[in-house]
């Protein structure tokens, strides 16, 4: 696209468009940005209920390329990985990787395919109990990061979530629905949504268009401090108005968002 674009208009324009190889002008960083930036908030919803990542557990829904580097920073930070579900191609169903003692990230990806399917059989020689796909949710945790597939916690499971659980993060698109949201808040769980958890991606995409522009372009750990700093800016602002009109942080993220589109329509003059 980037190529036919130039063609058309004669002349380079990096910065048309983003998730481009950083021999092409893309961003350092972006692979993992949106994986880190998951973890980004998380530390701060933890930070916001008293809790230190190493003194936390958690479990992952899903293996691909947010699942793997949220996991990677989150051990990181000292947390305990103790379980991972992902989605077998071979044989059409999903299977939960577990060990009380951690699961280790690095580890599991030399044995997982580009799609995030887990080869099982592998993961049992590594000492790996290979239980059902839905296992992941009931696991005895602080922190549930679904990552693959919207609609995954319903009012039909959400019962089933540990009582345990004080956090969970939404690494992928909708995996809570409305009805479950409602149940886990009202059990004290603290939701962070993913229009807030999974947006390091896309800020790491203007990132990518800033540098394109600019043709100056940033270390990885320029652009990974950049991004905490944009992440943590963005649940702070959330928190404030979740606290001061009494709502869920999802609700809080969609009055901000309405908020800064209509007053950008009213600058303009169109309102």
């Not at 980037?2 to 468009?17: A, C, N, Q, T, Y």
């Not at 930036?37 to 998380?42: I, K, N, R, S, T």
């Not at 690494?171 to 949504?193: K, Q």
């Amino acid at each position: 696209m980037l190529d036919e674009f130039e063609v058309i208009h004669g002349s380079k324009w990096p910065g048309f468009i983003t998730g481009k190889p950083v021999g092409m002008g893309g961003s350092s960083g972006r692979a993992e940005a949106t994986g880190y930036g998951v973890v980004a908030v998380l530390r701060d919803a933890l930070t916001q209920l008293g809790l230190e990542p190493k003194a936390t557990r958690a479990s992952i829904q899903g293996f691909g390329n947010v699942a793997q580097h949220a996991a990677r920073r989150y051990v990181q930070l000292g947390g305990t990985l103790t379980a991972v579900s992902s989605w077998h191609a071979g044989d059409q169903r999903a299977y939960t990787i577990r060990k009380a003692s951690g699961v280790d990230p690095d580890a599991i990806s030399h044995i997982t395919d580009a799609f995030g399917s887990i080869d099982r059989t592998r993961a049992e020689e590594l000492g790996y109990e290979v239980v059902h796909g839905s296992a992941w949710l009931e696991e005895a945790v602080d922190i549930l990061i679904p990552a693959a597939l919207e609609n995954q916690i319903t009012a039909a499971n959400a019962a089933r979530v540990h009582g345990q659980v004080k956090v969970i993060a939404e690494a992928a698109n909708g995996p809570i629905t409305r009805d479950a949201s409602g149940i886990l808040e009202e059990r004290g769980v603290l939701i962070v949504p993913d229009v807030l958890a999974n947006a390091g991606g896309v800020t790491c995409s203007y990132f990518e268009q800033v540098q394109s522009n600019s043709n100056y372009y940033w270390e990885r750990d320029d652009v990974l401090r950049k991004l905490e700093s944009r992440m943590a800016a963005g649940f702070a602002a959330v928190c404030e108005i979740a606290e001061r009109e009494q709502v869920s942080l999802r609700d809080a993220a969609y009055l901000i968002a309405i908020e800064r589109v209509a007053r950008a329509c009213h600058e303009r003059g169109w309102v």
